[in-house]
């Protein structure tokens, strides 16, 4: 028939109709239909050849589906543990040339899956609002107020001076110049210290923190004096805790701190962040500020990244699944005996995992029955699993179709 | 419960027969064949086996309940024995624990935890106001009561007298169940004896009788319960019975669990602890893991594995000894009996023969005891079994450990073969991460028609070319094959017809050739021009290979390097073709493109015509490395010699700047790393620069650089070690610093941190390495030994926590992920409901291939 009539091509609208049916009817995922838009335009088609298109499209999705029964935990289980076996044990790699070192390879992916409280090398990255995200300068006024500012580090000497009964502190000024901070800032820090060090008097850079006596107390303890002295010495003057060093990198067209330790909380408050993009990299603190959802987003991408790192080639649904399962309670879960594994509903299942002993004796006390509704369970006593092939039965009675 | 007591501390009397009343008692039932059982009067088989029990002269403490036993010494009041909660805070926790129960049918250890704690609190009874006193628990199970004039043992028997007197309803808050125990169930006042059959005795063979460890804790238990008894009777002094009575805590203590903490374990005569009930149960060798979650299993076999090049991938060669001894059921038919009594007659020595019958009655016959074969033969009729001989055609699992994804165990067809090891095609090395230096497999025969259907629809090798791991084929060609692959396709290789035909033969193509690309002087065709012939008809694709060079400017299909892969209508029109193009776990290639749109039949009869072709070819052309692949000329050789003592020389001067206290500090380092980072860059830098001039030498003529160009073996960088310099050698991530006092041999002087002094490698391996650097060598490589062996285990753990965390989770028919117990961990899995193993590389669809398709067909 294109022999006859002059081949007639299809135009950019009715592209468009056919997409917004197609999306309509609902049985494309949307990210599937808007790749096929972009790939449209690039041919020239005819009214049957997109048809056929499509057609060909939704046939080919279709059998991507999974199908019910498939063991899909099994398999995200396998495909992130056997790349295990290939990964490197080398805990540090180096950021960039200089710069501090993170926990990745095998290490890393323990620590994420062990949702660790306090995982080995903590770090954020802050994106920085419009305002600060462009310079060097203003960029470093918001990682002086990100970094934590002991005394300890801005002051020349720190000691007990045992004739003024109390803590002296010597002040470095271009110590304090880099920080952003001044004498009179340590000395007002010192003083909102709780519970109270004591007198804190300021001489230009030099400060002198008096421990209160308390009554019944004749002279200055050694001991009291060297507690003070800890203090003092530790006292965060700016910054948020728990942020060791912050670095400033450029990262396209803008500078992007990135931080050891961290303090997500305190930092989305400072000025100058850009909260909507800032994250770190522990699990828990993300779970307690941004919430469940974001938590699981950043099991996601640290997994990811680790296993992309080590050129590993795994399908991101068996990490979401993972992940999944992990936030499933709206608590983050450990996978193994203190979270999930410790959680499952059968006394076999857990016996046959860790602390065998444990589980049964607790079982007998409050009389715990199986259902076994699990694959372990069904293991123990010989039965076929229901997963896959096992999950199906024939509701059907032979003796009673004989009677017909 | 209970057969019998056990009184007598005895097992087999003089002439070896088991004492009435003893430990063997033949009312616990029959371990010996033959023998009927004095209790239930079954055989062995059928017998399970009966309790008996010791009645203790004193109670005794449970050591695992002893936790519990403290909990709930403290709750409750020493006088009235009631749960010390007042009214309202019992009643607060019960609808809780209601509720608990209403929905899940048992009680909730976490309430009962708090009700036990806070009940623990009061220092007087809520009810009958009596006194109480802190009450101290020694471990392992001893209790005291610690009033005002010193601490005053509690004794199981007053234990067990305040526990009994627990209502039902404070049992249940406190987490008993009344209907299936009782708290003072937890001091025993009789111990159970296990069947016979728990605890065999073995008869050595001098004809010694050795018993098993729970009997050996039993006949103490008993012993020590004898004295007790007598000393009571007897009226021995206060002193003597609570010694007596302590040591049978001991015993019972040590049968129940020989690991508690606070005393010695209990041991046998050589010494050896005793491994008695927890013991059984727990860790990796114990039931539950080793013989509850794993199964010994009949229908195995396991033999060393060698490679056979002309075998199908879906294939494995059997061994015919192994095939005589595995057998298949198959149930007699009218059609098929003629075959079966021909079986029957082969019987167990010939091939292919049969081992068993199976009558209609369900009686077995063992045909290796049958003399006349005949008979049996005659006698077979529709509805008997015969266990025949496993034949050419059988499909049967195929596994290699570790068993680390499902790709470890695979359905293969047997292929009876003679010898003694399993045969596999060598494509299917990559899933099972087999090599042939010496590995072992083992190999399953299914036994149900289902089984057989499940294995060859789902299990069967061509089913597992795609990985679910990344939608990509994990199947696929490697190193020889990779390195012929390349050998076929380059642009240089033309064969002519003699060699062609040879070639297309050994890959099964029985067709004409097509016309030849070049005539004269004769008839002459390109390897791409034989690689097509094997490709799928109407193949479109392109990709880069392996040996791309990355330039700035893709010359695509006119690449110098020949390394632009063009596929279209299923013929090779450039490129060359290796690793990325048919190399295993590769994503994106040709044979990922054939699996994908072809499907994997075809995508098996492309590797099965196309590796036995690879093998001829590279068999005849010959291949092979040897040390003039990485010798360099003359002048590289000096240029490599310059770098390296340039390296050295920047090295010294780094030293110096470094001793004379001048080197600036990078930003959140010391002195000292901010130096062995920069000596470590420099090194690193020569090694790399130096490198880069063996490999500017070493061109394609070798075939070293063949085989590191095409992915078939090793990389750029052992390369450089064999021809260049092998480099720095580092332990734990840094240069070797350790050894002697500030230096690590005494071939140095304290101090020295020149580069030769902490392990760089000056030398080629090529040139051969002098001792000191064979030592540092040594010590890097022995790192990585043990790196290796750390590794594996660490990963193997977090595998098992993963499988055993994710294994009950599955997609059911609404299509959202559930847990065993149903709850909904995804709406839909993958937020797409796409499962990893049907996609493209991770995609649902891979629209340009269908756009393609669709167009080229119209046109």
């Excluded at chain 1, 009817?25 to 949307?30: A, F, K, S």
Aim: charged share 25%.
């Amino acid at each position: 028939m294109n022999s006859v009539s002059k081949q007639k091509y299809v135009t950019n609208k009715q592209i468009e109709r056919k997409l917004v049916q197609l999306r309509k009817r609902d049985t494309l995922p949307t990210r599937l239909i808007e790749e096929l838009r972009k790939r449209l335009g690039d041919h020239k088609l005819t009214s049957a050849q997109l048809n056929r298109i499509i057609r060909e499209i939704s046939a080919a999705y279709d059998n991507s589906l999974v199908q019910p029964g498939e063991a899909v935990g099994a398999v995200a289980a396998q495909s992130i543990g056997e790349p295990g076996t290939q990964m490197t044990l080398k805990t540090f790699h180096f950021a960039g040339v200089a710069e501090f070192s993170l926990t990745l390879g095998l290490p890393r992916l323990i620590e994420i899956v062990d949702a660790r409280r306090n995982p080995s090398t903590p770090t954020m990255n802050v994106y920085l609002d419009e305002e600060h995200r462009a310079k060097e300068q203003h960029a470093r006024e918001v990682a002086q107020g990100i970094e934590q500012t002991r005394v300890e580090r801005i002051a020349q000497t720190v000691e007990i001076d045992l004739a003024e009964g109390g803590i002296v502190v010597e002040l470095d000024k271009d110590l304090m110049e880099n920080k952003g901070v001044n004498a009179e800032l340590v000395a007002e820090k010192l003083d909102n210290v709780r519970p109270n060090l004591g007198e804190v008097t300021r001489d230009k850079n030099r400060i002198i923190v008096t421990p209160e006596l308390r009554e019944g107390e004749e002279a200055m303890h050694m001991a009291k004096l060297q507690k003070t002295f800890d203090k003092v010495r530790d006292a965060l003057i700016k910054g948020q805790d728990g942020v060791k060093r912050v670095l400033i990198k450029k990262e396209g067209p803008e500078l992007v701190l990135y931080t050891e330790g961290t303090n997500l909380k305190g930092v989305l408050r400072t000025k100058g962040v850009d909260t909507t993009r800032t994250i770190s990299n522990h699990i828990h603190e993300i779970a307690e500020t941004l919430g469940i959802e974001a938590a699981r987003q950043v099991i996601i991408n640290e997994a990811k990244d680790v296993l992309d790192e080590q050129g590993l080639d795994v399908d991101i649904r068996h990490i979401m699944l993972v992940a999944d399962l992990m936030t499933a309670t709206g608590e983050i879960r450990q996978i193994g005996r203190h979270g999930i594994s410790g959680e499952q509903s059968s006394v076999l299942a857990r016996a046959a995992f860790e602390v065998t002993v444990r589980h049964l004796i607790q079982a007998s006390v409050i009389g715990e029955e199986d259902n076994l509704n699990g694959i372990t369970e069904n293991v123990i006593i010989g039965q076929a699993i229901p997963l896959g092939t096992g999950s199906i039965d024939l509701f059907m009675s032979p003796s009673r179709r004989k009677k017909k | 419960m209970s057969v019998t007591q056990v009184i007598t501390a005895d097992t087999y009397d003089e002439d070896g027969l088991p004492i009435s009343s003893g430990l063997m008692d033949p009312k616990l039932g029959t371990i010996e064949p033959g023998q009927r059982c004095k209790s239930c009067g079954n055989r062995v088989g059928e017998c399970p086996g009966h309790f008996g029990h010791i009645e203790l002269a004193r109670p005794v403490v449970h050591v695992s309940f002893a936790k519990l036993i403290k909990k709930f010494l403290k709750a409750i009041c020493r006088r009235c024995a009631r749960l010390k909660l007042k009214d309202e805070s019992f009643q607060k926790y019960k609808d809780r624990m209601d509720a608990h129960w209403e929905k899940f049918g048992h009680l909730n250890q976490e309430i009962a935890d708090e009700v036990l704690k806070e009940a623990g609190k009061a220092t007087t009874c809520p009810h009958c106001e009596a006194e109480q006193y802190k009450i101290k628990f020694e471990k392992p199970t001893t209790f005291y009561e610690e009033k005002m004039e010193g601490s005053v043992r509690l004794t199981p028997t007053d234990v067990r007298d305040r526990l009994e007197r627990i209502t039902p309803d404070d049992s249940y808050m406190m987490g008993i169940d009344t209907r299936v125990t009782r708290s003072e169930w937890m001091i025993l006042t009789v111990q159970p004896v296990p069947p016979v059959a728990v605890r065999p005795s073995i008869t050595l063979e001098s004809g010694v009788k050795s018993e098993d460890d729970l009997t050996h804790k039993l006949v103490d238990v008993i012993r020590i319960n004898q004295r007790l008894r007598e000393n009571i009777e007897a009226g021995a002094p206060q002193l003597i019975v609570e010694d007596l009575w302590e040591l049978l805590q001991y015993h019972v203590t040590t049968y129940f669990n020989n690991e508690v903490s606070g005393i010695p374990p209990a041991r046998h005569r050589s010494g050896r602890a005793l491994r008695t009930l927890a013991q059984r149960l727990k860790g990796k060798e114990g039931r539950f893991r080793s013989n509850l979650s794993g199964k010994r299993v009949d229908f195995s076999a396991r033999t060393v594995i060698s490679p056979d090049p002309n075998l199908s991938i879906n294939e494995v060669g059997v061994p015919s000894e192994i095939a005589r001894t595995l057998t298949v059921p198959e149930r007699v038919t009218e059609w098929n009996i003629e075959d079966m009594r021909e079986l029957v007659l082969q019987g167990p020595q010939g091939y292919p023969g049969c081992n068993y019958i199976v009558r209609p009655d369900g009686k077995r016959i063992d045909l290796r005891y049958v003399k006349d074969r005949k008979m049996n033969a005659d006698g077979l009729a529709p509805g008997y079994v015969i266990e025949r001989h496993l034949r050419t055609g059988d499909v049967v699992l195929f596994n290699r450990q570790p068993s680390l994804h499902r790709m470890s165990i695979m359905a293969h067809e047997v292929k009876v073969m003679p010898y003694r090891t399993f045969r596999l095609h060598l494509v299917v090395c990559p899933p099972y991460n087999a090599d042939f230096d010496g590995d072992e497999m083992n190999l399953h025969v299914p036994q149900s028609e289902e089984a057989r259907a499940e294995a060859r629809i789902l299990m069967l090798v061509q089913e597992q070319i795609l990985s679910p791991r990344y939608g990509g084929p994990i199947i696929g060609g490697i190193q020889d094959y990779i390195s012929s692959a390349f050998l076929l396709t380059r642009k240089s290789s033309i064969f002519n017809k003699r060699q062609s035909c040879q070639l297309l033969a050994s890959a099964g193509y029985r067709e004409d050739l097509p016309p030849p690309t070049i005539l004269k002087p004769e008839p002459m065709w390109t390897g791409k021009q034989i690689f097509s012939i094997l490709l799928p008809k109407g193949l479109n694709l392109s990709l880069k290979a392996r040996i791309c060079q990355k330039c700035d400017v893709c010359q695509k299909e006119h690449c110098p390097h020949d390394a632009y892969v063009l596929i279209r209508n299923g013929q090779l029109l450039a490129g060359v073709i290796d690793k990325k193009a048919i190399g295993a776990a590769q994503p994106e290639s040709v044979l990922h493109r054939i699996a994908k749109d072809y499907g994997n039949s075809e995508a098996r009869r492309f590797l099965d015509s196309i590796c036995p072709l690879l093998v001829v070819l590279i068999t005849n052309m010959g291949f092979s490395m040897g040390i003039d692949d990485v010798i360099l000329t003359p002048t590289a050789i000096r240029q490599i010699e310059q770098i390296l003592s340039d390296a050295e020389k920047e090295g010294s001067k780094l030293v110096q700047i470094y001793e004379a206290d001048e080197l600036q500090r990078l930003p959140g380092r010391s002195l000292e790393e901010t130096f062995e980072m920069k000596m470590i860059e420099i090194l690193a830098r020569a090694r790399d620069n130096a490198g880069e001039v063996a490999s500017q030498q070493l061109g394609l003529d070798k075939h070293a650089v063949i085989m590191t160009g095409t992915g078939a073996k090793g990389n750029a960088l052992n390369l450089a070690q064999m021809a260049a310099s092998v480099g720095q050698q580092a332990v734990r991530g840094a240069r070797i610093s350790r050894g002697y006092r500030k230096r690590t041999l005494p071939h140095f002087i304290k101090g020295d941190l020149s580069p030769q002094a902490r392990g760089f490698v000056v030398s080629s391996y090529r040139k051969g390495l002098n001792p000191i650097e064979f030592f540092f060598h040594a010590m890097g490589g022995r790192e990585g030994l043990v790196d290796t062996a750390v590794r594996t285990s660490t990963s193997g753990y977090m595998q098992r926590r993963l499988i055993n965390a994710l294994q009950d989770v599955k997609v059911e028919y609404d299509g959202t992920v559930r847990d065993s117990t149903g709850e909904i961990i995804q709406f839909k899995y993958g937020e797409d409901g796409v499962d990893p193993a049907r996609s493209d590389h991770g995609k649902a669809v891979n629209i340009d291939v269908i756009i393609e398709r669709v167009l080229s067909e119209e046109r």
